[in-house]
């Protein structure tokens, strides 16, 4: 993006959409929301991940058995919430990838 900008004709920057102010404004907006996009979302994969593999190691110490049975049944439970997420309507689904 740096070496596109310095390539730009002066009078780019001239006009007032393109203007330092605007953009740093948007520079700074931009980053937020790709700090809100990927902070976010990769920590709660992660925090979904530990919980199932701490839960599944908990259940297989505990009730081996139970635990089989449950992982036999994850795969439809999954598809179930697949299912629901893919009806949901597009506002809900826009607004939840902006948090």
Do not use: H
């Not at 730009?8 to 605007?22: E, I, R």
């Amino acid at each position: 993006m740096f070496a596109n900008l310095v390539t730009l004709d002066m009078g780019y920057f001239d006009q007032k959409s393109n203007g330092t102010g605007a953009m740093a404004s948007r520079l700074a907006a931009d980053t937020a929301l790709v700090a809100a996009g990927y902070g976010g979302g990769l920590a709660m994969i992660f925090q979904a991940m530990t919980s199932t593999v701490l839960a599944l190691g908990f259940g297989f110490y505990y009730n081996w058995q139970l635990t089989l049975v449950l992982l036999v049944l994850l795969p439809v439970r999954a598809n179930q919430v697949a299912r629901a997420i893919r009806c949901r309507p597009p506002a809900t689904q826009r607004s939840s990838t902006l948090s």
